[in-house]
């Protein structure tokens, strides 16, 4: 059972930085691209960034300066390093890995930003 498991969330205060980690399992593949993805309370799931296993990278406009993304050394691991970050950037981080066949998605954690 292929399983994504995200952690690093937490509350900060506006301009502070965090650092997320997605560990994926179970699956002898390669995720070709894992990302990140963000829901605010009552809101849609919206993409932040994105990262292929050759490492090119793509962010949505508004992240591009702040947060930065990443594989890891392990297979199926990625990071999100957000730095200076604002209270809309509050919400639940989800991780999310794709192989030619399939599409997966972990639980996600939570980042609140408010002072």
């Known amino acids: 059972q292929v399983q994504l498991v995200e952690s690093g969330g937490g509350s900060v205060e506006p301009g502070d930085s965090l650092g997320l980690s997605c560990v994926g399992s179970?699956?002898?593949?390669?995720?070709?691209?894992m990302a990140w993805y963000r829901q605010a309370a009552g809101k849609q799931r919206g993409w932040v960034a994105s990262?292929?296993?050759?490492?090119?990278?793509d962010y949505a406009d508004s992240k591009q300066d702040r947060f930065t993304i990443s594989r890891g050394n392990a297979k199926n691991t990625a990071y999100l390093q957000m730095n200076n970050l604002h209270p809309r950037n509050t919400g639940k981080y989800c991780c999310?890995?794709?192989?030619?066949?399939?599409?997966?998605w972990g639980q996600g954690t939570r980042v609140t930003v408010s002072s």
């Open positions: 179970g699956t002898i593949f390669t995720f070709h691209t």
């Open positions: 990262v292929t296993a050759a490492n090119y990278t």
């Open positions: 999310n890995g794709r192989t030619e066949e399939e599409n997966y």
